[in-house]
């Protein structure tokens, strides 16, 4: 196993175990970490390391150290970040499909079932914020869409992505849930565990098919 991924891997048990033990210090320590060492996997003997997902990772590790503050104002700043880290993902997704316009529309069903139920518990709650979280919410759900149709056309390349996309949603729907419906930590532990999965899944994907298109 890679040793960047490797060390992903632990730093990220130790994050999870800080969460569950209520230790504030190894989560504060951990969490700056998680993303880089993903960001150093992809580009560890990857010979043409696309831009674009180094550039979206970078913005993921700025997302994350603005969302250790629990105040409105680093939220938007983590939101912006991570509302970045999406339209990049969206756009190399959108390299790599074909067009078909049957197979964007089936995919296109589930995610807008999905994002217009949540947003109908959100939206009384959101206030000053429903523009930035609806912007958010189109991006993501477009990244979610063209990783399901990725799938769709590429069952075996894209089980990655799209089980990247889908915990990724899962992530951020649970950390909407908790900032604004909840007003607390409810899903304090899921919102970290999908996002690693998440997070790990996606840079996996896109690192193999790197290494696959230079071979």
């Not at 632990?10 to 320590?29: A, D, Q």
């Not at 969490?31 to 550039?55: A, E, M, Q, T, W």
């Not at 990783?147 to 089980?163: A, E, M, P, V």
């Not at 915990?167 to 649970?174: P, R, V």
């Amino acid at each position: 196993m890679n040793r960047y991924f490797l060390f992903f891997l632990i730093v990220g048990l130790l994050h999870l175990i800080g969460m569950i033990t209520e230790g504030e210090t190894i989560v504060l320590l951990t969490k700056p970490l998680l993303v880089p060492s993903l960001f150093f996997y992809y580009l560890s003997k990857n010979p043409h390391p696309d831009r674009g997902i180094l550039i979206a990772l970078f913005f993921s590790f700025l997302g994350d150290v603005f969302l250790i503050k629990d105040t409105t104002l680093f939220f938007l700043f983590g939101l912006g970040c991570f509302l970045l880290t999406q339209i990049l993902y969206t756009l190399k997704m959108g390299e790599r499909i074909l067009r078909i316009r049957k197979h964007l529309f089936l995919s296109g069903i589930p995610f807008a079932l999905y994002g217009a139920t949540l947003l109908y518990f959100l939206f009384p709650h959101l206030g000053k914020l429903t523009p930035a979280v609806m912007v958010y919410a189109f991006a993501i759900s477009c990244f979610g869409i063209l990783s399901l149709t990725y799938w769709i056309q590429n069952s075996q390349k894209g089980k990655f992505i799209l089980g990247g996309a889908f915990l990724f949603i899962l992530s951020d729907s649970m950390l909407a849930l908790n900032q604004f419906y909840f007003e607390s930590n409810f899903f304090g532990f899921w919102v970290m565990a999908t996002y690693l999965g998440a997070q790990g899944m996606i840079t996996f994907y896109f690192k193999n098919e790197a290494l696959a298109s230079n071979s």
